[in-house]
T-cell receptor
Framework: KQEVTQIPAALSVPEGENLVLNCSFTDSAIYNLQWFRQDPGKGLTSLLLIQSSQREQTSGRLNASLDKSSGRSTLYIAASQPGDSATYLCAVRPFGSGGSYIPTFGRGTSLIVHP | NAGVTQTPKFQVLKTGQSMTLQCAQD?????MYWYRQDPGMGLRLIYYSASEGTTDKGEVPNGYNVSRLNKREFSLRLESAAPSQTSVYFCASIPGSMKETQYFGPGTRLLVL
């Protein structure tokens, strides 16, 4: 059974720092990996989706990398801002789910960026 | 284009009461999902519907039933609510391609007393 772990569980940093959030998974046979953002009391918003054949994806100040062989992904946030404060979750879609998309989620990293 | 909508936003039930959580998407997506999110447990899949007319159990289906009413709507029913079902419930959808992203609704907060 696929297991997804996110480290650290919580992070508090001053504004302007560059950050790395980690996501590891136990089964490297995956279709893709996705990073989400969740604001308090809200649903999840997709940030980046990396296909299994890709090594990284970038969107603005966000960069996500994928190393399937080691079962790891990192989300890099450049020049962090207070508006980046949220919980960040990663989700892995494994092979073997047939035509169905059944992702496994990590428990998230709660990020606070203080001014 | 409202995306994924959920009703109600918040509900309080007494043990043994029943209720239905509603979800609708206006993006013509094929697949829809119900998750629950609990502190320290992350997101867990309750049921999903890969396409109109089909439903399948997820990780934690006990105590729940679902109906894929049409392509737009996917409802979750609690027949006899229990305190252990106190949670935040999220509905999500995906176009149907294996490579595409998942879209989430804003959630329903349920408290069972």
């Amino acid at each position: 059974k696929q297991e997804v772990t996110q480290i650290p569980a919580a992070l508090s940093v001053p504004e302007g720092e560059n950050l790395v959030l980690n996501c590891s998974f136990t089964d490297s046979a995956i279709y893709n990996l996705q990073w989400f953002r969740q604001d308090p009391g809200k649903g999840l918003t997709s940030l980046l989706l990396i296909q299994s054949s890709q090594r990284e994806q970038t969107s603005g100040r966000l960069n996500a990398s994928l190393d399937k062989s080691s079962g790891r992904s990192t989300l890099y946030i450049a020049a962090s801002q207070p508006g980046d404060s949220a919980t960040y979750l990663c989700a892995v879609r494994p092979f073997g789910s047939g035509g169905s998309y059944i992702p496994t989620f990590g428990r998230g990293t709660s990020l606070i960026v203080h001014p | 284009n409202a995306g994924v909508t959920q009703t109600p936003k918040f509900q309080v039930l007494k043990t043994g009461q029943s209720m239905t959580l509603q979800c609708a998407q206006d993006m013509n997506h094929n697949s829809m999902y119900w998750y629950r999110q609990d502190p320290g447990m992350g997101l867990r899949l309750i049921y999903y519907s890969a396409s109109e007319g089909t439903t399948d159990k997820g990780e934690v289906p006990n105590g729940y039933n679902v109906s894929r009413l049409n392509k737009r709507e996917f409802s979750l029913r609690l027949e006899s609510a229990a305190p252990s079902q106190t949670s935040v419930y999220f509905c999500a959808s995906i176009p149907g391609s294996m490579k595409e992203t998942q879209y989430f609704g804003p959630g329903t907060r349920l408290l069972v007393l």
